[in-house]
C-alpha cells in the first residue's frame, strides 16, 4: 500500500512552510505529521543535497508517494527538477504537484509536462542571456566601466601606506574592509 509524503521547502528563515501545509490540506489530502518534511533551505541547493530531503529519501518507500505544492520546492530551474523527478522515479516513487493540477510527473502526461517546463525553462535563460549580452555590448559602446567598481586604489593605498599609519587605520580612513588593504598593501601603481 502506497503512503503519502509532502515536502514543503522555504529559502528563508523569515518564510514559513505553513501555506504550504495548508494548501495540501484545502486539496483533501490528510498527510500524516510524520510524513511531513519542511526544511529551510535555498532551491539552489540540489534537492539530493539538502538533509530533510536526504532524510525523506530513506524514509520513503517503493510505490509512495511525494507531493510538492510547486516545483520550485524541488529545485530553481528545470534540469536539478528533472534529474530529481528521474531519480524518485527511478526508485519507484512517485511525484505529484498540486500547482500543475496533482499530476503526477513520473506518468507520461506528467513526463511531458516535465519536458514542455524543461524547454521554455531553457528557452527563457537563452533568452535572458541573450539579453544580457546586448547589454554589456551596448555599455561597452556607450564607454561605460564594466565590473564591480573598486573600492580602493592601490595607488591611494600606497599613499597611506608611505605615511606610515597601519593597515587597520588605513582600511578605516578608506572606508574598506581590512583584506582590501592588505590585498593592495604591497602592489606597486
Same mark, same amino acid.
Given at each position: !500500500?502506497?503512503? &503519502?509524503f509532502l515536502y514543503a521547502r522555504v529559502?528563508?528563515?523569515? +518564510? &514559513?512552510? $505553513?501555506?504550504?501545509? +495548508? $494548501?495540501?490540506r484545502s486539496q483533501g489530502f490528510e498527510i500524516q505529521?510524520?510524513? #511531513? #518534511? /519542511? $526544511? &529551510?533551505?535555498?532551491?539552489? /541547493?540540489?534537492?539530493t *543535497?539538502?538533509? %530533510?530531503? +536526504?532524510k525523506l529519501l530513506e524514509r520513503m518507500e517503493h510505490s509512495d508517494v @511525494? @507531493? #510538492?505544492t510547486k516545483l520550485d520546492r524541488l529545485g530553481r530551474n528545470a534540469i536539478d527538477v528533472r534529474n530529481t /523527478?528521474?531519480?524518485?522515479? +527511478?526508485? %519507484?516513487?512517485?511525484?505529484?504537484c498540486l500547482a500543475l493540477g496533482g499530476v503526477d510527473?513520473?506518468?507520461p502526461a506528467g513526463k511531458m &509536462? !516535465? %519536458? /514542455?517546463?524543461?524547454? #521554455?525553462? *531553457?528557452?527563457?535563460?537563452?533568452? @535572458?542571456i541573450e539579453r544580457t549580452q546586448a547589454g554589456l555590448n551596448r555599455a561597452k559602446l556607450a564607454g561605460k566601466p564594466l565590473g564591480r567598481p573598486s573600492a580602493a586604489s592601490a595607488a591611494q593605498v600606497q599613499q597611506l601606506k608611505s605615511s606610515g599609519i597601519s593597515q587597520s587605520v588605513a582600511a578605516t580612513k578608506l572606508d574598506v574592509s581590512l583584506s582590501t588593504i592588505k590585498r593592495l598593501w604591497n602592489k606597486t601603481t
Open positions: !500500500m502506497s503512503r &503519502t529559502s528563508t528563515i523569515e +518564510q &514559513t512552510t $505553513e501555506n504550504q501545509i +495548508q $494548501e495540501v505529521p510524520n510524513r #511531513v #518534511v /519542511v $526544511e &529551510t533551505i535555498s532551491g539552489s /541547493v540540489p534537492a *543535497e539538502r538533509n %530533510g530531503f +536526504q @511525494l @507531493l #510538492v /523527478v528521474e531519480m524518485l522515479n +527511478q526508485r %519507484g516513487i512517485r511525484v505529484h510527473l513520473t506518468s &509536462t !516535465m %519536458g /514542455v517546463i524543461a524547454a #521554455v525553462a *531553457e528557452f527563457e535563460r537563452d533568452l @535572458l
